[in-house]
């Protein structure tokens, strides 16, 4: 397919690092991004894809052109490091096939190393906790069954791999790599600098806002820990001139697409705020917000609905409208949420507060 080819694109630090960023196709009409990064004696790899489709072949074609432009032969076996920005299936997938041509260190947040060493066991749990909150968000038995189907899919992508450091361990730096614990969207997502250069994974994106899902599916993840490092991240690399994402193009105002973000969800936190006069379930909030979704994107639009509500409820701008009815039936029964009086305004101080620079929760 001729959309289907894209090519390497080149970056370099202040201080003379080489940064190859290769495209992979992770899933149909869906691309992230692998990074080779080359300094002293560190041949790095940020990222892996997924390990499904044409992912592999991707990064094999990704290592032969970058070959081609240095005027060196560099292979998987070359590979000093490998870095694991989160534990999702398009960052780490490709695992499974480097693990086979390669011994590089392979490294990873402490809170995502379960993922990746045991991940039949973290799928199968996660997918329990995800079962009992989409039926007590009120979506129908018929679609929480397809809901879980997608869920599993990425179980024939892969096998557990032992991971060989976890970024705390070496004191969140690698030579000249520091890191940064960015929890939210991941448990265990981290953001990598080199010299002037920021990787952020998933953490911030430029033209998508990184998806939510609430924290009682995983902890340490959820909207709260994601504004609070989404704070963190703007001080820590205010001065970084480039940031490359997982997807999507690369950002050169960090302080802005953060500002962005922020707005993103207070925007979505208000609209559930004003939804919510009238009391109501997470599924019929999130078909409200992003309309009767497909496939995989029912997934996403109610984990990304049942974040914010989790937010707002911790947050003390919701309360149980049918706690009755939660006393009668047999558990877990569907939660109707509604917000209470000041909400509101609640919401608006709280966000000319963030506006200024405090802490956000
Ligand atoms: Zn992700
Ligand atoms: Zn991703």
Redesign the pocket.
Known sequence: MASSKRSVEFFQTSEGAKIFQIPLNAFPGFWVYAYLVLIDDYKVLIDTGSNWGTSNQGLEEGFESISESIEEQINLADLSHIFIT?G?ID?FGGLAYIRQHSTAQIGVHELDRRILSNYEERLLVAAQRLMEFLRESGVPAEERNQIYDYYMFPKSLFSSVDVDFTYQAVDMQVGPFRFLHTPG??AGAVVIRLHDILFSG?HILSGISPHQAPERLTLNTGLSHYLESLEKVKTWASDVKLVLGGHKNPLTDLGKRVDEIRALHFHRLEEILQLLETPNTVSEISKNLFGKAEGYNTLLAIEESGAHVEYLYQYGYLSIYNLEELNQESRPAVIKYCRVNDALEMLKTLEKKGEKGYVLI
């Open positions: 989160h999702h960052h969207h991941g998933d």
